[in-house]
């Protein structure tokens, strides 16, 4: 193996090298997955689509690794997607997100920390999704949808999303009862959503996802609404609201929900749909700029 500069690595460059490969592939980052709200377009039927996602987001390291703060990290997000739609009322798809973010996982290799100041690439596994929904939606006035997915992290990493008592709490009345240090290595989202068709080429859809570890504890309530305009046959407008109210069950103190407002665009250019967004979070729990955009095409 020869570096780039065709001379053989010394014995800490193979131990750096060793470290950004574990990290890579092990490490989840703070928030991977793209933000995207379900009932909008799926696969046309008897079709694959695939998407590419990507989006900018400031991130938070969890209490417990930066001295008790909420130390603000930024991140580069990435989804790949590859459904299949056998009939107009149902699809199926695979997911793989990805991050370029600060490592937030310590993990030990040789009785070593390998915590690697900076960024590096990071795996947020794969998600199974399942989506059914009503085939003559844009017919109705109102119609109702359901999405299944199954998330698949990996081992020793953080699933962020997802809350869990805050052992540090007990006795402690300033401390947070609830913090997202979840670490389950299977958890299940069920995304119940309703879509309403408004006069003038309005529509409305709310997503209502729960997220709960299966193998782990952990759970959150992060309901979405998108709401636009079609402006003609090739632009749509509109904006987008996306939130983390706290554990299923549970609302927390505002400053503590995740609360993200977006500007959308959405249009077709030969054959391919792009969709783009500009947001900023309503909160301390997400504030900064966040960006976002995806390109889909039906094969």
Known sequence: MRSIIGKEPSGPQIQLLRRLIVVALFASPCSVSAEEIQGNDPASPGHFQVEQRLGYVTTFNPPAQAGGQRVPQHALTGETEIGYSPTE???????????FARANVPMTMGGM????????????????????IQGDRLERTAFLGLVSRTILSPQGGLTPDLWVA?????????????????????AQMFTPIIGVNLPNDYQLIFNANMTF??????????????????????WTVGIEHFS????????????????????????????????????????NASRG??????IGKDF
């Open 89 to 99: 009322w149902y699809e199926i798809a695979l997911t793989s997100p990805y991050a």
């Open 244 to 283: 983390n109210l706290g554990p299923i069950g549970t609302v927390l103190p505002w400053h503590q929900q995740m609360q993200t407002l977006y500007a959308v665009a959405d249009t077709r250019f030969k054959g391919f749909e792009l969709s783009f967004g500009i947001g900023y979070g309503l909160t």
């Open 289 to 294: 700029l966040a960006l976002k955009t995806s």
């Open 166 to 186: 805050n052992k540090a709490a007990a006795g402690n009345p300033n401390a947070p009862r609830f913090v997202q240090e979840a670490n389950p290595r299977v």
């Open 113 to 132: 920390d390998n915590g690697i100041p900076g960024y590096s690439f990071q795996s947020g596994g794969v998600t199974i999704r399942q989506t059914l």
């Open 213 to 234: 570890g299966i193998d782990g504890a952990g759970s959150a309530f992060e309901p979405s609404i998108r709401f636009v305009k079609r402006l003609n046959d090739r």
